[in-house]
């Protein structure tokens, strides 16, 4: 069978994912095994309103590559698939939708109608983001997709509320909370990002004591809520304002008048020592007025404008506006003493980067110290979930527990799941599953439901069990007895406390299980620039266009070479690398191909025992003879390193380094098989004996079998091409299956086939291979021109170069190999050392030495006037303290390179003399 000359990732990437979905191979039924393994993992859900982001993408295919890894060693594989109902985002969305096609704000079509709109909305958009899995390959079981306001989740979530309601862990307060005057709705701490702004002002107020011609001034960097003070506070150890306390102040631009008082939360020793109070905008101020029993004045709208409360000049104004007019009427009074340019920290909602305000707010809340304790018993004494990496990941969550605050758990939205409370005309409260229940407990009184909805991570939380059935009413079922805990949570350090914590704790307040066990930590896919990738900075490189450029397959296995947990600059070069390696091992086994004639996949042609490194699922042993039926070092060779190979890569996926994983794969790939041992066997290959062909074409099968995981299309693509492919090559658990790469047996590795003695001689081979070839480049000598080759070396050395002397002759493009313990060459030769023999080749007849020395003048000349220029560089503290790191590690690792490359380039030019 001949391949076509270039491998066109596209057709292969629209053919399989069909077969492979509709054959059934993602869901954990296609395993017969009654005794096999669950292995489960649910995927983060992305929002509904999302796309596919490299986020998304490095994160699927961690995902995606464990669960083919387990699906091919004999689990009965979950990866469970779904999306989350984005509570904010679809709103904004449809507001948007509503704006432009209709003119009309929500409040113009009701509530009813805005939902009805927001789920035509989800179902006309909403399938993006799976529709685009689908593209890169994602194994999961789409049978068992889930949303979070499914009709049963959505059971859950009522549950959930009214048991801990009942039992006194959901309450309703008065609090300060994170406002968003745009969303206008409370945000949790979690969704509130700082930035810091060099352009700040800190302006100092003068408030004039009464009865008296004092002032006491304060600072503050939101001039306009001054306008809500109700008191000025100081240390009582301050001997400055010791006679003031208990004065009063006249507040200018009100009429208002509040009290000096002391209190232990003033830093004397921080600005001037007084501060300003105002209770229902700051959450310090808050406490301080709780202890004093000050009033809770509110001098904002929740659109961000000021209210009456803030007096007739402001009411209405937006509080930036506000913010300028305070400082310019404190300075027309005479009672503005500075203002001071300040770096300050904003607070700003994630999603639209609007100012967050800080607001008194009723809204509903998760008490969160039993539940937090839960987490922590978990983390305390079965070590759950086991972070990776875990360092630092473990010691932040379980500080971040031990300091966590009650959760805010409502929201000012429509979409979503609605809270289940309703009132009466008094004002009192009635939380119930049902509305008819409600009406139950009020004994017929009007009610009426809370407008507000759930934060979306309530929701969230339960997806660990919620997803396999559980909704309160049910609380059995087969997969949430399968699969529950979960094997594994892959996700980002930006959700570890917003998801991960609270899916802990309420899956074992729920269920008394811990929701997985382990939890890989992703670190963050860059921008080419180096920073976080944004539609504000125009840095975001989108998968979809990686995939249409490079091919999925080069771009998962890119993702996944990243070391787990760190970050990485984007860099569509690496992608390439990886597009090359693929089409390095399509052009393999298009040589293979082309030579196959009469030949087929055949285990026992590389081992005795068919099963050494190919794994069936089955309990069988292995002979006694684990040597291949074959005494060719080159053949013993690549044998063994296969084995190594497969038993690195089981034990670097076990560990979720990824990165180890690809690495060993692509050094087998690329240096092993294709650049060496095809290379020493073409011969036989091309000669077309079965003998040979047969066995490329095993060790072929075996290591796709091993890149699957990463390279799904590919290995699918090629290993269909191969001749004795079937489904008997399954795993047991498939038996039944159509044939596919996907439920062929993961190799295991066998160690006793890993044989030291064949991988140190073929070594010794390949080392001085590469010496004779990087003498023939440095001296520039012509490849067509034939070469005789001294080795002097010891009696081991003998042997192997020896034996091996055709294979050396050949890819050496030597005319002779003269070998012995010790040789007398003349002086004009270019000699190497590896680490068992001495490389000498005369250079007589084979250079002009003339123009070889002055080309080698040069070079030296031009690398060390390189160096030089670096090494300036580096011993420059200013620069080596201001340039980003990575900037300064390759430039020292170019000054190695460079010094490694001129003392070559002067030994060169030294035997020329």
């Given at each position: 069978?001949?391949?076509?000359?270039?491998?066109?990732?596209?057709?292969?990437?629209?053919?399989?994912?069909?077969?492979?979905?509709?054959?059934?191979?993602?869901?954990?039924?296609?395993?017969t095994d009654p005794e096999a393994k669950p292995y489960s993992i649910v995927i983060p859900p992305p929002n509904v309103t999302g796309s596919l982001h490299m986020g998304h993408a490095l994160q699927h295919t961690i995902m995606d590559s464990l669960i083919r890894w387990k699906r091919m060693l004999g689990y009965r594989t979950l990866w469970l698939p779904g999306t989350d109902h984005a509570g904010i985002s679809v709103q904004r969305k449809v507001v948007e939708q509503l704006k432009k096609d209709e003119h009309k704000k929500p409040t113009d079509i009701g509530r009813e109608e805005f939902i009805k709109r927001a789920w035509a909305w989800k179902e006309q958009y909403g399938n993006t983001i799976t529709e685009q899995m689908r593209r890169e390959g994602a194994s999961v079981d789409w049978s068992r997709h889930r949303f979070t306001m499914d009709e049963s989740l959505s059971l859950a979530v009522r549950n959930v509320f009214c048991t801990l309601y009942d039992e006194g862990w959901i309450y309703r307060g008065l609090r300060i909370v994170n406002w968003c005057p745009k969303d206008r709705t409370v945000l949790s701490d979690l969704e509130v990002k700082e930035e810091t702004k060099k352009d700040g002002k800190l302006t100092y107020l003068k408030y004039p004591v009464k009865d008296s011609d004092q002032t006491i001034t304060v600072a503050t960097t939101r001039p306009e809520t001054m306008l809500g003070d109700t008191a000025v506070a100081v240390n009582g150890g301050d001997k400055r304002y010791k006679d003031l306390v208990g004065k009063t102040i006249l507040l200018p631009l009100t009429n208002r008048e509040i009290p000096i008082i002391a209190d232990e939360y003033v830093d004397a020793e921080f600005g001037t020592g007084a501060v300003k109070i105002t209770p229902a905008h700051d959450p310090n101020d808050y406490l301080v007025g709780e202890r004093h029993g000050l009033e809770q004045l509110l001098v904002m709208n929740l659109d961000g404008t000021m209210n009456e409360a803030a007096g007739v000049e402001f009411d209405g104004m937006d509080r930036f506006a506000a913010r300028e007019k305070v400082v310019a009427m404190f300075d027309e009074l005479g009672l503005l003493e500075k203002v001071d340019d300040y770096e300050i920290t904003l607070p700003v909602c994630e999603r639209c980067k609007t100012v967050v305000e800080p607001i008194l707010s009723e809204q509903w809340f998760v008490k969160m110290d039993e539940m937090r304790d839960l987490a922590l018993d978990l983390m305390r004494h079965e070590g759950s979930p086991h972070f990776s990496p875990r360092v630092p990941h473990e010691k932040v969550y379980t500080n971040w527990l031990e300091n966590l605050k009650d959760w805010t758990i409502s929201r000012q939205l429509w979409w979503g799941h609605q809270i289940p409370a309703w009132y009466d005309a008094d004002g009192n409260v009635f939380v119930a599953r049902t509305e008819e229940e409600a009406n139950e407990k009020a004994g017929g009184r009007d009610l009426t439901q809370d407008n507000d909805v759930l934060d979306t991570w309530f929701s969230s939380g339960l997806w660990a069990f919620s997803t396999f059935g559980w909704n309160g009413d049910v609380s059995e079922t087969d997969d949430l007895n399968s699969f529950l805990p979960t094997d594994v949570l892959v996700t980002g350090r930006d959700i570890m406390f917003l998801w991960v914590s609270r899916m802990m704790m309420l899956t074992k307040k729920f269920v008394d299980k811990t929701a997985f066990n382990d939890c890989v930590i992703t670190g963050t896919v860059l921008g080419k620039d180096g920073k976080p990738m944004s539609k504000s900075r125009n840095n975001g490189v989108d998968p979809i266009?990686?995939?249409?450029?490079?091919?999925?397959?080069?771009?998962?296995i890119y993702l996944a070479s990243i070391?787990?947990?760190?970050?990485?600059?984007?860099?569509?070069?690496?992608?390439?690398?990886?597009?090359?390696?693929?089409?390095?091992?399509?052009?393999?086994?298009?040589?293979?191909?082309?030579?196959?004639?009469?030949?087929?996949?055949?285990?026992?042609?590389?081992?005795?025992?068919?099963?050494?490194?190919?794994?069936?699922?089955?309990?069988e042993s292995l002979t006694t003879d684990h040597r291949p039926p074959t005494t060719a070092l080159a053949d013993r060779w690549i044998v063994s390193r296969l084995n190594r190979t497969a038993l690195d890569v089981n034990a670097a996926l076990n560990k979720y380094e990824f990165h180890s994983a690809v690495s060993l794969l692509y050094h087998f790939f690329w240096d092993d098989f294709c650049d060496w041992y095809i290379e020493l066997v073409k011969d036989e290959i091309t000669a077309g004996g079965p003998e040979a062909t047969t066995r490329i074409i095993t060790i072929m099968e075996i290591a796709l079998r091993m890149l699957h995981p990463f390279m799904p299309y590919l290995t699918e693509e090629l290993w269909q091409k191969l001749p004795g492919t079937s489904n008997a090559l399954h795993h047991a658990?498939?038996?039944?299956?159509?044939?596919?790469?996907?439920?062929?047996?993961?190799?295991?590795?066998?160690?006793?086939?890993?044989?030291?003695?064949?991988?140190?001689?073929?070594k010794d081979v390949i080392d001085l291979i590469t010496k004779i070839r990087n003498i023939r480049a440095e001296m520039n000598i012509k490849s067509s021109d034939k070469i005789i080759v001294h080795v002097a070396t010891g009696t081991s050395g003998y042997n192997i170069f020896n034996n091996n002397k055709p294979q050396i002759l050949k890819l050496a493009r030597a005319h002779d190999l003269i070998i012995g313990n010790q040789f007398t060459v003349p002086k004009a030769s270019a000699t190497a050392v590896t680490s068992n023999a001495k490389i000498a080749i005369p250079l007589e007849g084979l250079i002009d030495f003339d123009v070889e020395r002055t080309r080698l003048a040069n070079q030296i000349a031009k690398l060390t006037e390189e160096k030089t220029r670096l090494d300036g560089q580096l011993s420059n503290a200013n620069f080596v303290d201001r340039a980003p790191a990575e900037k300064v590690t390759e430039l020292r690792d170019r000054s190695t390179e460079l010094e490694s490359q001129i003392t070559t380039l002067n030994n060169n030019l030294e035997s020329l003399n």
């Open positions: 069978m001949e391949l076509d000359k270039a491998y066109d990732p596209k057709s292969a990437e629209e053919h399989h994912y069909k077969r492979w979905e509709e054959s059934g191979f993602f869901a954990p039924e296609i395993n266009e990686m995939f249409d450029k490079f091919g999925v397959d080069a771009t998962r070391a787990t947990g760190a970050d990485i600059r984007w860099n569509d070069v690496g992608v390439e690398t990886y597009r090359n390696f693929a089409n390095k091992i399509w052009n393999a086994t298009r040589f293979c191909l082309m030579n196959a004639e009469g030949a087929a996949v055949d285990h026992a042609s590389l081992m005795n025992s068919g099963q050494w490194a190919v794994g069936s699922g089955q309990e658990a498939y038996a039944g299956a159509d044939a596919t790469i996907m439920l062929a047996s993961f190799p295991p590795g066998d160690k006793l086939s890993v044989d030291e003695g064949a991988e140190e001689e073929m």
